[in-house]
T-cell receptor, first 113, second 114 residues
Framework: GDSVTQMEGPVTLSEEAFLTINCTYTATGYPSLFWYVQYPGEGLQLLLKATKADDKGSNKGFEATYRKETTSFHLEKGSVQVSDSAVYFCALSASGGYNKLIFGAGTRLAVHP | KAGVTQTPRYLIKTRGQQVTLSCSPISGHRSVSWYQQTPGQGLQFLFEYFSETQRNKGNFPGRFSGRQFSNSRSEMNVSTLELGDSALYLC?????????????FGQGTRLTVV
């Protein structure tokens, strides 16, 4: 079945450092791919998405490119801030599953001043 | 525009009891999905409703059920609660029923079973 694998955390960075969170997927067909972020005590917020191969999603300085050949959707940011500290989830839209999302395990990011 | 509203935010129940959680989607959204989030299993899909019909169901026992009303509000019910049902239950609403549509999540209901 469909699945998402994320790099394990926590990831600890200093402010202004470069961020990469790896995400790979297994899916039937051509899923849409998403990155969600969860701040403490909150629900999930969509950070960015890509709906087809080679699409690049971007938002708030974060970027991810849908790579079909490597089945990957890695999240990157050039310069992180303390306010980026949160848990990041990679997800895909399940095959034939309408609004069913399959999530990775999540990666906790801690950014220190 | 109001976001997705889940009530209550926190619940404490005893093993064997049942519980009902509520979700009000964003106005105009007809699709509502439910997820269970636990430290051990992560985020797992429970079910999805669209126009009062359950279209998709995750791999959970029959103790977990849901429904959707004509105004798109949704409820989920868990009967005969077990300790392992302690989790954050998240509801998400979407405008259309297509897989590329963005899902907007509520803040969740934190259920503790003692």
């Amino acid at each position: 079945g469909d699945s998402v694998t994320q790099m394990e955390g926590p990831v600890t960075l200093s402010e202004e450092a470069f961020l990469t969170i790896n995400c790979t997927y297994t899916a039937t067909g051509y899923p849409s791919l998403f990155w969600y972020v969860q701040y403490p005590g909150e629900g999930l917020q969509l950070l960015l998405k890509a709906t087809k191969a080679d699409d690049k999603g971007s938002n708030k300085g974060f970027e991810a490119t849908y790579r079909k050949e490597t089945t990957s959707f890695h999240l990157e940011k050039g310069s992180v801030q303390v306010s980026d500290s949160a848990v990041y989830f990679c997800a895909l839209s399940a095959s034939g599953g309408y609004n069913k999302l399959i999530f990775g395990a999540g990666t906790r990011l801690a950014v220190h001043p | 525009k109001a976001g997705v509203t889940q009530t209550p935010r926190y619940l404490i129940k005893t093993r064997g009891q049942q519980v009902t959680l509520s979700c009000s989607p964003i106005s105009g959204h007809r699709s509502v999905s439910w997820y269970q989030q636990t430290p051990g299993q992560g985020l797992q899909f429970l079910f999805e409703y669209f126009s009062e019909t359950q279209r998709n169901k995750g791999n959970f026992p029959g103790r977990f059920s849901g429904r959707q009303f004509s105004n798109s509000r949704s409820e989920m019910n868990v009967s005969t609660l077990e300790l392992g049902d302690s989790a954050l239950y998240l509801c998400a609403s979407s405008l259309e029923g297509q897989k590329n549509t963005e899902a907007f999540f509520g803040q969740g209901t934190r259920l503790t079973v003692v």
